[in-house]
């Protein structure tokens, strides 16, 4: 039984959903299986039929910001997340500690937290978290406020049992010390995540970004089931090749180029590591903290002058390169009933999740996966501007019909749009322009969603996407 002053290491543990669904329990105890994995696992049989009796299970693309609003909609769900976010505090993480970028899986993590009474040690871990130090202010201010965190004096810390307490400070002055030998770098803390902290240094601790997941989610006492789409300890980046033949570097140039702010001393000089797992470490371009907000990207965007032909991943050396994607996602695209590639940044947050070896067989081949549902993006914004919604689709197909599925070597075995994308989940409203004749030719059946109330514009909430879901299963 859970107790608000317990162990971190007493809390309940997180299911395994990744079981293929016909795979027994053999050597378990079935008194200590969760109900819902069990009724998850016996709720199939051995020709892959669904029962709806149970609830489906999920899998769900989406970057940070972009799949928040909507993740409530998945009650079986894992989350699958892109880790080449170069954007605020994460930025300034990579430059100085290099590995990937954990910003968007920090930003999950902390929106799957359990709802917890305000107040409530649960809420002040939450609160803690989810924390950012100041902006609009010196540096030498936001170093003491970080500070006093670190030693366990801010008021942040009210109302967290002590156990927890020091787990996550433990972690907080691992970062420190990782931050103090490099001291050279001049690490800035303007606009700082204390949760991409706590994450970065649990990383680095294990020297594992899922260890640090499984860290994070059991201090939180959450089941959610994140998984980073690429399993490495290195940088990962992403660029982009336009119709024109211009080549861009990095999520935030191709996405939302912000303001940054420079430090005070000199870039070091700094040598690129070779290839490992298919990514290297990259030189970091600028010795800047990017000043991103979600609020800034939705002000407005100055238009891409060419449209995006390809998304690629590349190393320290600039070299092209093909990393692994995480064997657990592929696990999951062959267990998994019902995918979703989630509203968000389409070449940025949904197309690094897909421009890997062996996802796009995994996805047409998978037994289970009977339904591909894209929800639609409201508007468009710098990377897709002026698509339409068969522009989308395509653009999902095209990826996923590259040399990705052979990791650039031959010919990839190409396969029907709707063997990528079955369904389309599309607003009241939308300023996307729906074709629905042309989007039916291509084998996937439109579903027109009530846009979410309460707000000026059309937007999607849990709410509108749950009911949407729904109504794709019905069918």
Same mark, same amino acid.
């Not at 699958?80 to 954990?102: A, C, F, H, K, M």
């Not at 050279?184 to 020297?207: D, E, T, V, W």
């Not at 059309?458 to 749950?466: C, E, G, L, N, S």
């Given at each position: 039984?859970?107790?608000?002053?317990?162990?971190?290491?007493?809390?309940?543990?997180?299911?395994?959903?990744?079981?293929?669904?016909?795979?027994?329990?053999?050597?378990?105890?079935?008194?200590?299986?969760?109900?819902?994995?069990?009724?998850?696992?016996?709720?199939?049989?051995?020709?892959?039929?669904?029962?709806?009796?149970?609830?489906?299970?999920?899998?769900?693309?989406?970057?940070?910001?972009?799949?928040?609003?909507?993740?409530?909609?998945?009650?079986?769900?894992?989350?699958?997340?892109?880790?080449?976010?170069?954007?605020?505090?994460?930025?300034?993480?990579?430059?100085?500690?290099?590995?990937?970028?954990?910003?968007?899986?920090?930003?999950?993590?902390?929106?799957?937290?359990?709802?917890?009474?305000?107040?409530?040690?649960?809420?002040?871990?939450?609160?803690?978290?989810?924390?950012?130090?100041?902006?609009?202010?010196?540096?030498?201010?936001?170093?003491?406020?970080?500070?006093?965190?670190?030693? *366990?004096?801010?008021? =942040?810390? &009210?109302? /967290? #049992?002590?156990?927890?307490?020091?787990?996550?400070? !433990?972690?907080? +002055? $691992?970062?420190?010390?990782?931050?103090?030998?490099?001291?050279?770098?001049?690490?800035?803390?303007?606009?700082?995540?204390?949760?991409?902290?706590?994450?970065?240094?649990?990383?680095?601790?294990?020297?594992?970004?899922?260890?640090?997941?499984?860290?994070?989610?059991?201090?939180?006492?959450?089941?959610?089931?994140?998984?980073?789409?690429?399993?490495?300890?290195?940088?990962?980046?992403?660029?982009?090749?336009?119709?024109?033949?211009?080549?861009?570097?990095?999520?935030?140039?191709?996405?939302?180029?912000?303001?940054?702010?420079?430090?005070?001393?000199?870039?070091?000089?700094?040598?690129?590591?070779?290839?490992?797992?298919?990514?290297?470490?990259?030189?970091?371009?600028?010795?800047?903290?990017?000043?991103?907000?979600?609020?800034?990207?939705?002000? *407005?965007?100055?238009? =891409?002058? &060419?449209? /995006? #032909?390809?998304?690629?991943?590349?190393?320290?050396? !600039?070299?092209? +390169? $093909?990393?692994?994607?995480?064997?657990?996602?592929?696990?999951?695209?062959?267990?998994?009933?019902?995918?979703?590639?989630?509203?968000?940044?389409?070449?940025?947050?949904?197309?690094?999740?897909?421009?890997?070896?062996?996802?796009?067989?995994?996805?047409?081949?998978?037994?289970?996966?009977?339904?591909?549902?894209?929800?639609?993006?409201?508007?468009?914004?710098?990377?897709?501007?002026?698509?339409?919604?068969?522009?989308?689709?395509?653009?999902?197909?095209?990826?996923?019909?590259?040399?990705?599925?052979?990791?650039?070597?031959?010919?990839?075995?190409?396969?029907?749009?709707?063997?990528?994308?079955?369904?389309?989940?599309?607003?009241?409203?939308?300023?996307?322009?729906?074709?629905?004749?042309?989007?039916?030719?291509?084998?996937?059946?439109?579903?027109?969603?009530?846009?979410?109330?309460?707000?000026?514009?059309?937007?999607?909430?849990?709410?509108?996407?749950?009911?949407?879901?729904?109504?794709?299963?019905?069918?």
């Amino acid at each position: 039984m859970y107790s608000p002053d317990s162990s971190v290491f007493d809390l309940p543990f997180q299911p395994d959903i990744t079981r293929t669904p016909h795979e027994t329990w053999e050597g378990d105890n079935p008194s200590l299986v969760p109900d819902d994995v069990r009724v998850h696992a016996q709720s199939h049989v051995s020709d892959g039929n669904y029962h709806s009796e149970s609830k489906p299970s999920f899998l769900v693309i989406s970057g940070g910001s972009g799949g928040n609003s909507i993740c409530a909609a998945f009650d079986n769900a894992c989350f699958v997340l892109p880790v080449s976010d170069d954007g605020g505090s994460s930025s300034e993480i990579i430059r100085v500690l290099g590995g990937p970028s954990i910003g968007d899986v920090r930003s999950r993590l902390v929106r799957l937290i359990p709802p917890a009474p305000p107040g409530s040690p649960l809420d002040a871990v939450r609160t803690l978290l989810s924390y950012r130090l100041p902006l609009d202010v010196l540096e030498s201010e936001a170093r003491d406020e970080w500070r006093s965190i670190i030693e *366990g004096h801010s008021s =942040l810390w &009210s109302g /967290i #049992s002590n156990d927890r307490k020091e787990v996550i400070r !433990g972690f907080l +002055v $691992y970062f420190e010390n990782e931050i103090l030998r490099r001291a050279h770098k001049y690490f800035s803390f303007l606009n700082g995540s204390i949760g991409n902290y706590f994450l970065a240094g649990a990383q680095g601790f294990f020297r594992s970004l899922p260890s640090a997941i499984f860290l994070f989610s059991t201090i939180t006492n959450s089941q959610a089931n994140i998984l980073p789409v690429i399993v490495t300890n290195h940088i990962t980046t992403i660029a982009v090749e336009l119709e024109d033949g211009t080549k861009i570097l990095g999520q935030c140039q191709i996405s939302h180029p912000a303001p940054v702010v420079p430090t005070d001393s000199e870039l070091p000089s700094l040598e690129p590591l070779s290839p490992v797992d298919g990514v290297a470490e990259t030189i970091p371009q600028h010795r800047f903290n990017v000043l991103y907000s979600q609020q800034s990207k939705e002000d *407005g965007y100055e238009p =891409l002058h &060419s449209r /995006i #032909s390809r998304l690629y991943y590349i190393n320290g050396y !600039g070299h092209e +390169v $093909y990393p692994k994607p995480n064997p657990e996602y592929i696990k999951n695209l062959s267990t998994s009933e019902v995918l979703v590639y989630s509203c968000g940044s389409l070449w940025t947050s949904i197309i690094p999740c897909l421009a890997l070896r062996g996802v796009a067989s995994a996805i047409a081949g998978s037994r289970f996966l009977r339904v591909k549902v894209l929800i639609l993006n409201s508007k468009n914004d710098r990377e897709t501007d002026g698509y339409t919604a068969v522009d989308y689709i395509r653009a999902i197909a095209s990826v996923l019909n590259s040399q990705y599925s052979l990791g650039g070597i031959g010919n990839a075995t190409r396969y029907p749009i709707s063997a990528f994308v079955t369904h389309l989940v599309y607003l009241e409203g939308t300023e996307i322009e729906v074709d629905l004749e042309t989007i039916t030719t291509l084998g996937v059946r439109c579903i027109l969603a009530d846009k979410a109330p309460n707000f000026a514009t059309p937007q999607y909430d849990a709410a509108v996407v749950r009911q949407a879901i729904e109504e794709v299963l019905a069918q």
